[in-house]
């Protein structure tokens, strides 16, 4: 009206077309345009808008029953895939009209929306944090005995928790809503991140539990959490058979007889009875420290005997009546010994000891060769394939002493071998090579097999 000069308030619902004319509005085309423009701009963020608002004000959450075997235990938010994807495109649109030109006249609703989605987007993300926590502790405190009789205090905050989430989500499974649910119930994202913090508690109270059991039996660092809980939450001992191969390097199987533990058994299918059987009473962890104990233990007393019986028996029939990892370690510390009596025979004028050496390894090595070509069982066959790995490493490096003249045992030709000593001072087997020196550990191998020796994996 003004750029018309007319200085007359016009209402636009009883304007006429002969008032429109007097306007002249031909006389100004540029301005004139600029005003369709900008109305026709305005139209399209107004309908653009007013969807927005239509679609969150009836959108609703997809709320199912959640069950724990058989029993209901409340209501659970389904996947929102569908729920973000139209918050992300919503917010973009928004973030487009906010940065128009013509965003004037709907700033505040512009404004408004965009803050909303964002509460709803933070809130949905939210809940489903807290409801996944909630599942995970739900199956660990509801119904289980005896952890709950062991972390009485956390099972009681616990227990407030499940019950303020189940009629959270009780009132959701009544009213849907999401604009109802995220944005006029104004405590929503308070009370879910009051949830996730106790929940939280809860969580850091059973890892320090966990922890502890841990620090007392350290091989369940080697099992998950849920996996602990399962024979933590069990008055059964035999729970602890499924998790035996990630404990032990090769035991499947412990031999219970009633409450007492009396054997190791391989994945293959190898077998050792404990010298002293172990009784599975009081907490896991700690008979379970017994059993490693009495694991490394016996077989730290069948070793001894067996190094003892190596150089009486005759060696084929030594290698069939041993355990498979006792005959690798008896072999090759006899191997060692012989290997440094050679070098104590050249200095006192044998010098053809290491050639004799080789050939009796080689002799050794065929016999071996001659047995695995018997009638067998596949046990004994493993067993001794392993063992000829070895002695071909074995007669390998003497044959190299022999070629390049290595006679004397403070050569680094030899001092670089991984040599196995029975050590009379510790009545235990020391492991050498170069400046290193450890105790063998004893830990049950089984017959577990191995690549061929190279120079390159020595």
Request: with cysteine; glycine share 4%; charged share 30%.
């Amino acid at each position: 009206m003004k750029t018309a000069g007319i200085q007359a308030e016009i209402n636009v619902k009883t304007l006429t077309l002969d008032q429109v004319f007097n306007l002249n509005l031909q006389n100004y085309p540029d301005k004139v345009d600029e005003i369709v423009v900008e109305a026709s701009n305005e139209a399209r963020h107004e309908k653009e808008i007013s969807e927005i608002e239509q679609k969150w004000k009836v959108a609703n959450f997809d709320i199912v029953p959640y069950k724990k075997g058989t029993e209901e235990r409340g209501y659970a938010l389904k996947a929102t895939d569908d729920i973000k994807v139209q918050l992300e495109d919503h917010l973009i649109t928004l973030q487009q009209i906010a940065g128009s030109r013509y965003v004037a006249a709907f700033k505040t609703r512009v404004g408004n929306w965009e803050k909303w989605l964002n509460l709803i987007t933070e809130i949905i993300d939210l809940w489903l944090v807290v409801q996944k926590k909630w599942m995970y502790l739900e199956g660990i405190f509801i119904g289980a005995d005896d952890i709950r009789q062991q972390l009485p205090d956390e099972a009681k905050r616990f227990d407030k928790t499940d019950r303020n989430f189940i009629k959270m989500m009780d009132a959701t499974y009544r009213n849907p809503n999401i604009y109802a649910c995220c944005i006029l119930a104004d405590t929503k994202l308070q009370d879910l991140r009051n949830l996730s913090g106790d929940l939280d508690k809860c969580q850091k109270s059973l890892s320090e539990y966990l922890d502890s059991k841990r620090n007392i039996f350290p091989r369940f660092y080697f099992i998950s959490d849920d996996e602990l809980l399962s024979i933590l939450g069990s008055s059964d001992p035999e729970m602890i058979q499924v998790h035996l191969l990630k404990l032990f390097d090769n035991c499947k199987k412990l031999d219970f007889k009633g409450k007492q533990i009396t054997g190791m058994h391989s994945d293959e299918g190898e077998r050792y009875a404990f010298k002293e059987p172990r009784k599975a009473e009081g907490a896991v962890e700690n008979w379970m420290n017994k059993v490693d104990d009495e694991m490394k233990s016996t077989l730290k007393r069948i070793t001894k005997e067996a190094v003892y019986y190596y150089h009486k028996d005759e060696r084929t029939q030594w290698v069939r009546a041993q355990l498979g990892m006792v005959c690798l370690v008896g072999t090759q510390i006899w191997w060692t010994w012989r290997v440094e009596d050679v070098f104590n025979k050249v200095k006192e004028g044998n010098k053809y000891a290491m050639k004799q050496e080789s050939e009796k390894q080689t002799k050794d090595l065929n016999d071996l060769i001659t047995l695995i070509r018997s009638d067998i069982t596949s046990l004994e066959r493993k067993k001794i394939n392993t063992l000829i790995i070895l002695d071909v490493h074995a007669r390998d490096i003497v044959d190299r002493f022999v070629r390049d003249s290595i006679l004397d045992k403070k050569e680094f030709e030899w001092e670089s071998q991984l040599r196995f000593y029975w050590n009379n001072e510790l009545d235990d087997i020391v492991v050498e090579q170069t400046q290193g020196r450890f105790k063998y550990s004893y830990e049950y191998q089984g017959l577990n097999g191995r690549l061929v020796i190279t120079p390159l994996t020595d």
